[in-house]
């Protein structure tokens, strides 16, 4: 398995470069498809989650720890 975005990556292109190869017989063509389906949906799932864990960061830095030591609300939370 893939360790890293980088190697995720590399093996996306390699795939895609495998399905311009002309000797590919229809089986071969419809496998490596799929498979590059496959790593596509994987790194649609890393993206999707690393731009969760980024935008937590972003409302963590906003809205960290008031001077009480309590966790600050968004102001559409907070009790009127």
Do not use: C, W
Request: aromatic share 4%; proline share 2%; no cysteine.
């Amino acid at each position: 398995m893939r360790n890293t975005l980088t190697d995720l990556n590399n093996y996306l292109f390699e795939t895609l470069e495998r399905l311009t190869d002309d000797e590919l017989t229809e089986e071969q063509l419809q496998k490596e498809i799929t498979r590059s389906e496959a790593v596509t949906s994987v790194a649609e799932t890393i993206i999707h989650n690393g731009e969760l864990s980024l935008k937590a960061l972003r409302h963590a830095e906003e809205y960290g720890v008031g001077q009480s030591g309590e966790r600050k609300l968004p102001p559409m939370l907070e009790a009127k």
